[in-house]
């Protein structure tokens, strides 16, 4: 699915760079060599990134 039409991030180009180690909007940005241009997907990329980061937190917890 795209969630940045202005730069044609999809949620795996997302996902890709949070599991690269970014952690938040701007790091994914630079992670693909863009921008945010109108802004539009920064809730899209920001909600991805909340559930990327809680799933690891749980993962984390679980092993330990």
Same mark, same amino acid.
């Given at each position: 699915?795209? @969630?940045?039409?202005?730069? !044609? *991030?999809?949620?795996?180009?997302? =996902?890709? !760079?949070?599991? %690269?180690?970014?952690? #938040? /909007?701007? =790091?994914?940005?630079? !992670? #693909? $060599?863009? &921008?945010?241009?109108?802004?539009?997907? @920064? /809730?899209?990329? @920001?909600?991805? *990134? #909340?559930?990327? *980061?809680? $799933?690891?937190? &749980?993962?984390? &917890? *679980?092993? %330990?």
């Amino acid at each position: 699915m795209i @969630v940045c039409s202005c730069n !044609a *991030l999809s949620h795996q180009d997302i =996902e890709i !760079a949070i599991n %690269n180690g970014a952690s #938040r /909007p701007a =790091e994914i940005y630079s !992670a #693909r $060599k863009c &921008t945010a241009k109108c802004g539009n997907c @920064v /809730p899209g990329i @920001v909600c991805l *990134l #909340r559930s990327a *980061l809680q $799933k690891a937190q &749980t993962e984390q &917890t *679980l092993q %330990n």
